[in-house]
Antibody
């Protein structure tokens, strides 16, 4: 059974750095063709893709947030970490991590999401 | 960036109805399109990938079609558990982009 779980702070202050961890169980992140992505959703709004990391540590970022985002992977822990610097109230959202388990599919496994609120 | 535009933004339908949701890409994306279903407070669930491939475990009343710029998601006979918000997503080029969502409500 493949599961993903996001963890991190639920409240951050403006200008702080957000660090979120996605822990994947039941599936190896070193499997060829795999990637893990981060997607966020402001309350009542649509999904927004942020970044992804491939099995071979290749990365891709949303251009609008690229200067603030970093995604890394710890294969030994089967975890993916997302950092977002200089947090703003506009970054308040539910943050999801999601797995593409083969090169032929799309984001087929998702974490439950974690709501992050940015407020002083 | 490739813009994904869904229509309608919301639709009301009854149990047993056939419903079609459209997604248009601002440029050609071949068949690199997925559809997701999201219920309130839950993560999205993959329904369709590669425009028309049904994800394992998804009921066969869901189907997808299209290629290039125009795509559709069809639910052949609505069931109570289908009332949710649906999103399309393109994976042809970065950045990956989602549509704005279509909310399917009970009439």
């Amino acid at each position: 059974q493949i599961t993903l779980k996001e963890s991190g702070p639920t409240l951050v202050k403006p200008t702080q750095t957000l660090t979120l961890t996605c822990t994947v169980s039941g599936f190896s992140l070193s499997t060829s063709g795999v990637h893990v992505g981060w997607i966020r959703q402001p309350p009542g709004k649509a999904l927004e893709w942020l970044a992804l990391i491939y099995w071979d540590d290749g990365t891709r970022y949303s251009p609008s947030l690229k200067s603030r985002l970093t995604i890394t992977k710890d294969t030994s822990k089967n975890q993916v970490v997302l950092t977002l610097t200089n947090m703003d109230p506009a970054d308040t959202a539910t943050y999801f991590c999601a797995l593409r388990s083969t090169a032929m599919t799309s984001l087929d496994y998702w974490g439950q999401g974690t709501l992050v609120t940015v407020s002083s | 960036d490739i813009q994904m535009t869904q229509s309608p933004s919301s639709v009301s339908a009854s149990i047993g109805d056939r419903v079609t949701i459209t997604c248009r890409a601002s440029q050609g994306i071949s068949s690199w399109l997925a559809w997701y279903q999201q219920k309130p407070g839950k993560a999205p669930k993959l329904l369709i990938y590669a425009a028309s491939s049904l994800q394992s475990g998804v009921p066969s009343r869901f189907s997808g079609s299209g290629s290039g710029t125009d795509f559709t998601l069809t639910i052949s006979s609505l069931q109570p558990e289908d009332f949710a918000t649906y999103y399309c997503q393109q994976a042809n080029s970065f950045p990956i982009t989602f549509g704005q969502g279509t909310r399917l409500e009970i009439k």
